[in-house]
């Protein structure tokens, strides 16, 4: 399998993640993590950002088929999770040990993707 290939089904996988948690929280608000009872500016609050994060799933599968074509679209994408990661990051700082699910996340927005763009320059390198 070409290095192309495999990058293609790496985004394709990890975009996975934030189009199935976003959708869980634009369908289940803040009952998602069992904030209750949530107000109805903080549950709207919590369901736009999780819409935002379904966009971002959604715009990176968007790269999947001409990957190497794609580099300006994938590498502002991978700026805005690595910005909402350092956001988590910063939480983490102040507000101490985060649960499972959240460490998943912060690995994904500060280890994974920085990885994936990386790739996909190196890949669209090597196309040109």
């Known amino acids: 399998m070409s290095e192309k290939r495999l990058l293609q089904a790496a985004v394709a996988l990890c975009c996975l993640v934030p189009i199935f948690w976003g959708g869980l929280g634009v369908f289940w608000g803040l009952s998602?993590?069992?904030v209750a009872p949530p107000s109805?500016?903080?549950d709207g609050h919590f369901r736009y950002l999780s819409g935002l994060?379904?966009?971002?799933?959604l715009c990176f599968l968007s790269t999947v088929p001409r990957i190497e074509m794609r580099s300006?679209?994938?590498?502002?994408l991978a700026a805005i999770v690595v910005i909402g990661g350092l956001g988590r990051l910063l939480?983490?700082?102040?507000?101490?040990?985060?649960?499972a699910?959240?460490?998943?996340?912060?690995?994904m927005e500060l280890g994974v993707t920085?990885?994936?763009?990386?790739?996909q320059l190196r890949v669209a390198q090597a196309a040109d």
């Open 114 to 119: 920085p990885a994936l763009a990386f790739w």
């Open 91 to 99: 939480s983490l700082a102040l507000g101490g040990s985060p649960d």
């Open 53 to 57: 994060l379904l966009g971002i799933g």
């Open 40 to 42: 109805s500016s903080g």
């Open 101 to 107: 699910p959240t460490l998943f996340a912060l690995a």
């Open 32 to 34: 998602m993590v069992a």
């Open 72 to 76: 300006a679209r994938f590498g502002v």
